[in-house]
Each structure stands twice: as structure tokens, then as C-alpha cells.
């Protein structure tokens, strides 16, 4: 069972460079999202996509692009590094019905942005 | 928008209990998760209320208040893998998830 995958595991990445974290999950779940985690901050929401074709702006969006073609695939992609990017970025999924649906977490990429 | 609040640090004993807090003020609630969070790993869930009241799963419990917009992680029996932090996270009526900046526990021998 792989569930969500990340790609990269971790970058280090010049200021100013374009870079696409991919992310990848096997569940069929119609939501995904995007996350950063910084210290002292805990996880902000970047974008969601509530199903295949749609996104949205989360609590952090700001520099960052993202886009659905399919179910399976969300990339997440910084069109022009800066430092203050330097983060874990974590990706999720969910089912997106109804109850409890519980996010599920990929594994995260560990981004520094020199 | 939602503001979640939460301990950043507890400590305990091995086979102790330990009880992580989580006050919330929200503008939507449609349920309040747990997440564990080893380092440098990935968040995996918990525990889930939508109502008022305690939910049990072995070893760990959860409590909602909605009136007091205030929830509690009851951790039993602590054992060395417990350590880690702990997510209390907020879903408002998009069904999005907001988190507080999550409590570390040290469980000490």
C-alpha cells in the first residue's frame, strides 16, 4: 500500500530558481492539499483541490501555484524560490465526503532555499 | 479564520498519564482531530469528535466541549513510543483543517 507520495525527499534550492514539489496518492481520494510546517508555527494550509479540475487558496498561498489535472497528482510548484520558503512541505489527501474524513499525510519534502 | 491553542511542551513518566489541552475560537466547527507526530515524520491520525463527549481508542481518548470550544488528548499507560507532538486540529464548515503549533511530549524513564 504506497498511500501519498512526495518527490523530492529534500532540496536545496537557489533563490530565485523555479521548483515543482510533486506529490502522488493511490486512495482515489477526491481531496488534496498542500501544507507547510515551520517551527513554532505548526501546518498552515497552502491550496486544496476539493476534486480533479478544481483548487483553491488556502491560509498561505502567496508564491506558490498549484494544479488538478487528474484524481492522483497535485503538484505544487514555487515559480520563483525566496528564503523565507525554506520549509517541510507536507502533502494530504481525504475521501472529501462527509464524517470523519481523516486527511492522510505523504511523507514530506525538506526544502532550503539559499 | 480559527484560533487554536495548545501547550508547546510536556513531560511525563513511562506508564504515567499525561493530558494535552486545546482551546479553540472558531468563525466554523464541523469536528476536532489529534494528529502524532514523530520527528521527522509524517502526521497520522488520531482521533475524531464532532460531538460533545468522550471518544476512547485504547490507550488514547479524546474529549470535546463545543460550548467551551476547548478539547483534551488523554494519553495512558505511557510508553517511550508515545514520545513525539501532538496536533490538535480544527475543521471548519469547507471542511478545512486548521492546526495548532502542536504540543511536544517527552516520555522519560
Known amino acids: 500500500i504506497a498511500g501519498i507520495t512526495q518527490a523530492p525527499t529534500s532540496q536545496i534550492l537557489a533563490a530565485g530558481r523555479r521548483m515543482t514539489l510533486r506529490c502522488t496518492q493511490d486512495?482515489?481520494?477526491?481531496?488534496m492539499y498542500w501544507y507547510r510546517q515551520d517551527l513554532g508555527l505548526g501546518l498552515r494550509l497552502i491550496h486544496y483541490s476539493n476534486t480533479a479540475g478544481t483548487t483553491g487558496k488556502g491560509e498561505v498561498p502567496d508564491g506558490y501555484s498549484v494544479s488538478r489535472a487528474n484524481t492522483d497528482d497535485f503538484p505544487l510548484t514555487l515559480a520563483s524560490a525566496v528564503p523565507s520558503q525554506t520549509s517541510v512541505y507536507f502533502c494530504?489527501?481525504?475521501?472529501?465526503?462527509?464524517?470523519?474524513?481523516?486527511?492522510?499525510f505523504g511523507p514530506g519534502t525538506r526544502l532550503t532555499v539559499l | 479564520g480559527q484560533n487554536i491553542d495548545q501547550p508547546t511542551e510536556m513531560t511525563a513518566t513511562e506508564g504515567a498519564i499525561v493530558q494535552i489541552n486545546c482551546t479553540y475560537q472558531?468563525?466554523?466547527?464541523?469536528?476536532l482531530f489529534w494528529y502524532q507526530q514523530h520527528a521527522g515524520e509524517a502526521p497520522t491520525f488520531l482521533s475524531y469528535?464532532?460531538?460533545?463527549g468522550l471518544e476512547e481508542k485504547g490507550r488514547f481518548s479524546s474529549f470535546l466541549s463545543r460550548s467551551k470550544g476547548y478539547s483534551y488528548l488523554l494519553l495512558k499507560e505511557l510508553q517511550m513510543k508515545d514520545s513525539a507532538s501532538y496536533l490538535c486540529?480544527?475543521?471548519?464548515?469547507?471542511?478545512?483543517?486548521?492546526f495548532g503549533a502542536g504540543t511536544t511530549v517527552t516520555v522519560r524513564a
Open positions: 486512495m482515489r481520494h477526491n481531496a
Open positions: 469528535n464532532v460531538l460533545d
Open positions: 472558531t468563525s466554523g466547527f464541523n469536528g
Open positions: 494530504a489527501s481525504s475521501d472529501g465526503t462527509s464524517g470523519a474524513d481523516t486527511q492522510y
Open positions: 486540529a480544527v475543521r471548519d464548515n469547507d471542511y478545512k483543517l486548521s
